[in-house]
């Protein structure tokens, strides 16, 4: 996402290979930059408005942030050691076709929608209702979200390669599956005599809770695993082999 979710490369890539195919005279004297379209993406700085303001309430672990903050770092090391930025390529290495990308770009859209957005408006809910066990529970998974969303951000722009990309997407998904059985078993093992909210936030809650797991699941072990991340090492191993020969 990548919406954070899933990587955008799959959503832009066809359009932009179309535009260097077009412009190819020029590509050589007119190197592209998209640094701008992934650092102060207004998608970008949402997110990371969010994980400030949770990290200012004291509602995030250490642990999570610390996450964070290294892997920030270990993905510029990686970027300089496993997997540096090529030249520019000829080569096409997208395989959808345009009726497949906005499909992806509407499973991204629902991935931030109901990832993001609906457990933020859960956790100002539960403020209000004093609901202090299931604040706890979805900050985690809201943090490292927005985390994510910020650092794929960094990551789309044009000093790191494709892999770093979809890498980024793999570790936090993967980390957060933790978080979201968590709340999951949290929202679940709700007594309701002992549950400080209404009757429709203990429903909603369990449905939210287990709605992000099934999809963040199918996210990491149905497309990104199996699908993105062996097209992302081709397309890169490809490119790098086509630089050499050239």
Known sequence: MSSGVVPRDDIVLKQETKHEHNQQPH?????????HRGIFSFQQLNALAIAIVLS?????????????????????FLSKVA???????????NVDDDEKNKLLGFYSFA?????????????????????????????PHVFLLASQLFLEGVAYSDRFSVPMRVLVAVVYNSTRIFSL????????????????????RLVMG???????????????????L???????FKGYYSDQKSVKDD
């Open 27 to 35: 590509a050589k004297t007119q190197p592209k930059s998209n640094l």
């Open 56 to 76: 200012a309430s004291g509602m995030v672990a250490i642990e999570a942030f610390a996450f964070v903050i290294f892997s920030f770092f270990y993905m510029y």
């Open 83 to 93: 997997f540096p930025t090529l030249p520019p390529t000829r080569n096409n290495n």
């Open 111 to 139: 991935g931030v929608v109901f990832g993001l957005f609906l457990p933020v408006a859960y956790i100002f809910e539960g403020i209000v209702e004093g609901d202090k066990e299931g604040i706890k529970a979805a900050t």
């Open 181 to 200: 059985m968590e709340w999951v078993r949290s929202e679940i093992s709700k007594v309701e005599q002992e549950f400080h909210g209404s009757g429709r």
């Open 206 to 224: 369990r449905i939210l809770a287990v709605a992000n797991l099934v999809y963040w699941s199918f996210n990491l072990f149905g497309f990104l």
């Open 226 to 232: 199996p699908y993105y991340l062996p097209k992302a």
